[in-house]
């Protein structure tokens, strides 16, 4: 009995974080379905519908780092969560990017016009720095006991690598990513989301004791802000470049190596 009492309060406060990021979940949900009827100029819709999409993103990661932080001698419960919650988004936010690089990826493919893409982006940055100051005014409440304002606003460097391998990491995850986001398109929606959210699960377990795994510019900025304000160079190179570098590398690669491969496979068929 007394070691359920003991573990009460390590209980409460993972399902008060848990209800935190289901409640996050619900508002943009409800948000989305007000902006839908009410905005029908294409850019604004675009511009909160992707806005919406990247606070939900960002806000629930915000919470599931600090719990992974809580119970770094469960990793299987971290990435259990980070599966479930990737079904989440994948469900919740249809029809939005919540990564700049997905922008990029489809501007370079002529799916969005720059004027879009551009939107979107802004959007998508807007967004990262209004969850993280919202992380923190949220965490100031004080609903458990590693709720501390001041963790939203120091810098916990995530890079445990030297920089040309965190390169390689952050480079590596976003051409594996967005591979499987663009060729998964033809696969049933259903079983689409489990494909990608187990891909990233995945991804974050093999990088995330590297760089943290997180393959998105937008969701970069608001989980290490203070970062970037105090070692710039080096988290701009490996938390921005990098993502960009694995999708130019993965287009360039679909776009101009495989359709030759195609074409010798089927010039050595006919012969």
Not at 43 to 56: K, N, P
Not at 98 to 126: D, H, Y
Not at 151 to 157: G, L
Not at 241 to 268: D, E, K, R, V
Request: aromatic share 12%; charged share 10%.
């Amino acid at each position: 009995m007394s070691a359920l009492l003991g573990l009460w309060p390590e209980l409460r406060d993972t399902c008060t974080s848990l209800g935190l990021m289901l409640s996050v979940v619900l508002l943009v949900g409800l948000a989305r379905v007000v902006a839908q009827q009410q905005l029908h100029r294409p850019v604004a819709h675009a511009f909160v519908l992707e806005f919406l999409a990247t606070f939900q993103l960002c806000c629930c990661t915000h919470e599931l780092q600090l719990l992974s932080e809580q119970h770094p001698a469960h990793p299987t419960w971290t990435l259990t969560l980070v599966y479930f919650f990737s079904l989440v988004h994948g469900l919740t936010l249809v029809g939005t990017f919540s990564n700049p690089c997905g922008v990029m990826m489809q501007m370079m493919l002529g799916g969005l016009s720059p004027e879009t893409g551009a939107v979107r982006l802004l959007a998508q940055l807007v967004s990262a720095l209004c969850s993280r100051y919202c992380t923190g005014a949220l965490w100031s409440l004080g609903l458990t006991h590693y709720h501390v304002s001041e963790r939203s606003f120091a810098c916990k460097n995530p890079i445990q690598v030297d920089l040309s391998k965190a390169v390689i990491t952050e480079a590596v995850c976003s051409f594996l990513f967005h591979s499987a986001l663009l060729h998964f398109q033809e696969v049933r929606a259903k079983l689409r989301i489990h494909l990608l959210a187990a891909l990233i699960t995945f991804l974050v377990y093999a990088g995330g004791s590297l760089t943290g795994a997180v393959f998105n510019p937008a969701l970069a900025l608001s989980l290490h802000f203070m970062c970037f304000d105090e070692a710039f160079p080096q988290f701009f190179i490996v938390y921005w470049l990098a993502p960009f570098l694995g999708i130019l590398l993965m287009i360039l690669m679909f776009s101009f190596f495989l359709p030759w491969l195609h074409n010798n496979q089927t010039i050595n068929k006919k012969e």
